[in-house]
C-alpha cells in the first residue's frame, strides 16, 4: 500500500461547479498536511497546510481526518485557472520528509 | 516574499560534462531541500540540509554532490550522469526543521542528459 494514496483522476468539472478530492496516508504517525498544486513543467506551489481543526482560504476548503487518516480539498465555484495537478502531502513525525502523493489532475472545461 | 530562485532554468549536458545547480532564497530559511521530478510523478527526495550540514541523503548516487556554502545557499554538483538522470531538478527551502514548516520550491532546473 502506497504511504500517500490519491485519485490520479483526470477530473473534468464545469466551470463554476464544486470539486472534491480525497487523499489517505497509512502512518498514523503523520504529523503534517499540506495541499499542494503543480502546473504543467512548473513548480509545486503550495495551496493551503491542513490543519485538525479544518481551514478555509477563500474557495478552497481542506480538512482532516485523523482517525480515518484522510485529507480532503473542496473548491467552490471552479475558475479555469484552477485547472492543475493536486498534490496531496504528509509530513511524518520523526522523518522530517514530504512524502508526496501521485496527484489529481483537475481541468476545468468552460 | 517566498521566492526560492533556481539556475540554470534549462540544461543539457553530456553524460561526460561536470555541471552545478544553483539554488539561493533570502527567507532566512534554514533548511534546503533538492528533489528530482520525472514527468507525470511526484518529486522525490535527493538530499536535506538543515543548518547548513547534510542532515538527510536518499541513497542517491554519488554522480551528485551537494553543497551549501551558506544557509542562502544551495549547489547540486553534476558529473558522469546518465540518460536516465533527465528530469526537472527542484529546490525547497523551509523555515527549519521543525515539524509544521512549509516547503517552497523554487522553478527547477529541467536537466537533459545526452
Known amino acids: 500500500r502506497k504511504e500517500v494514496e490519491q485519485d490520479p483522476g483526470p477530473f473534468n468539472v464545469p466551470e463554476g461547479a464544486t470539486v472534491a478530492f480525497n487523499c489517505t496516508y497509512s502512518?498514523?504517525?503523520?504529523?503534517?498536511f499540506f495541499w499542494y498544486r503543480q502546473d504543467c513543467r512548473k513548480e509545486p506551489k503550495l495551496l493551503m497546510s491542513?490543519?485538525?481543526s479544518g481551514n478555509e482560504d477563500g474557495r478552497f476548503t481542506a480538512q482532516l481526518n485523523r482517525a480515518s487518516q484522510y485529507i480532503s480539498l473542496l473548491i467552490r465555484d471552479s475558475k479555469l485557472s484552477d485547472s492543475a495537478t493536486y498534490l496531496c502531502?504528509?509530513?511524518?513525525?520523526?522523518?522530517?520528509?514530504?512524502?508526496f502523493g501521485t496527484g489529481t489532475r483537475l481541468t476545468i472545461i468552460p | 516574499d517566498t521566492e526560492v530562485t533556481q539556475t540554470p532554468k534549462h540544461l543539457v549536458m553530456g553524460m561526460t560534462n561536470k555541471k552545478s545547480l544553483k539554488c539561493e532564497q533570502h527567507m532566512g530559511h534554514r533548511a534546503m531541500y533538492w528533489y528530482k521530478q520525472k514527468a507525470k510523478k511526484p518529486p522525490e527526495l535527493m538530499f536535506v540540509y538543515s543548518y547548513e550540514k547534510l542532515s538527510i541523503n536518499e541513497s542517491v548516487p554519488s554522480r551528485f554532490s551537494p553543497e551549501c556554502p551558506n544557509s542562502s545557499l544551495l549547489n547540486l554538483h553534476l558529473h558522469a550522469l546518465q540518460p536516465e538522470d533527465s528530469a526537472l531538478y527542484l529546490c525547497a527551502s523551509s523555515q527549519d526543521r521543525d515539524l509544521r514548516d512549509e516547503q517552497y520550491f523554487g522553478p527547477g532546473t529541467r536537466l537533459t542528459v545526452t
Open positions: 502531502v504528509v509530513l511524518n513525525f520523526g522523518n522530517e520528509k514530504l512524502t
Open positions: 491542513v490543519y485538525s
Open positions: 502512518n498514523s504517525a503523520s504529523q503534517s
